[in-house]
């Protein structure tokens, strides 16, 4: 099955500065992969999401990275905000039947004043 | 359009208990999936169900089980309940069809203690 590790867990940036979380997936099949933000005690929203025929995608302050020979995948926050401040997930899509979403064990963002 | 609804919120239960949680998906979805969220493990896949059959099922023991009825609400059940089995359970639901991903709308999810 698939395996997604995420890294790092906890990361801390000031007011401003960029922040990147990284994945790495085990199965070379995978074709989609979105990223999730929960804000403490919410539900996990959709942020951003990338499909394996794409190299990179942006929305405003945040852009995904795909690397399929590599296996891994980042999301990129520029210029950020108190606001950003939330759990992040990555998660990978293996297709051939089925939703079945695999995600990463979160990576804690803390963006200081 | 009222997102996806999950009863109950919060409910306590003792180990060897069993429980029933329930999932309303946005109208016009079909797939439900369900999640179960502990600290420090993410998000555990546990099962999916699409027009009533379950398509995918993760790594849980046999005590997880969930079923979805014809107007796609779902509901999971956990019987003889273990401490570990304290948890957030998200329910998500999807407009993706039979192979397309797509994205998930999570509910507020059912945070269920075991003492």
């Known amino acids: 099955g698939e395996n997604v590790e995420q890294h790092p867990s906890t990361l801390s940036v000031q007011e401003g500065d960029s922040a990147v979380i990284k994945c790495t997936y085990s199965d070379s099949a995978s074709n989609y992969f979105p990223w999730y933000k929960q804000e403490l005690g919410k539900r996990p929203q959709l942020i951003i999401d990338i499909r394996s025929n794409v190299g990179e995608k942006k929305d405003q302050r945040i852009a995904v990275t795909l690397n399929k020979t590599a296996k891994h995948f980042s999301l990129h926050i520029t210029e950020t905000q108190p606001e950003d401040s939330a759990v992040y997930f990555c998660?990978?899509?293996?297709?051939?039947?089925?939703?079945?979403?695999?995600f990463g064990t979160g990576t804690q963002l803390k963006v200081e004043l | 359009k009222a997102g996806v609804t999950q009863t109950p919120r919060y409910l306590i239960k003792t180990r060897g208990q069993q429980v029933t949680l329930s999932c309303s998906p946005i109208?016009?979805?079909?797939?439900v999936s369900w999640y179960q969220q502990t600290p420090g493990q993410g998000l555990q896949f546990l099962f999916e169900y699409f027009s009533e059959t379950q398509r995918n099922k993760g790594n849980f023991p046999g005590r997880f089980s969930g079923r979805q009825f014809s107007n796609s609400r779902s509901e999971m059940n956990v019987s003889t309940l273990e401490l570990g089995d304290s948890a957030l359970y998200l329910c998500a639901s999807s407009l993706a069809g039979e192979t397309m991903s797509g994205e998930l709308f999570f509910g507020e999810g059912s945070r269920l203690t075991v003492l």
């Open positions: 998660a990978a899509f293996l297709t051939g039947g089925g939703n079945k979403l695999t």
């Open positions: 109208s016009g979805h079909r797939s």
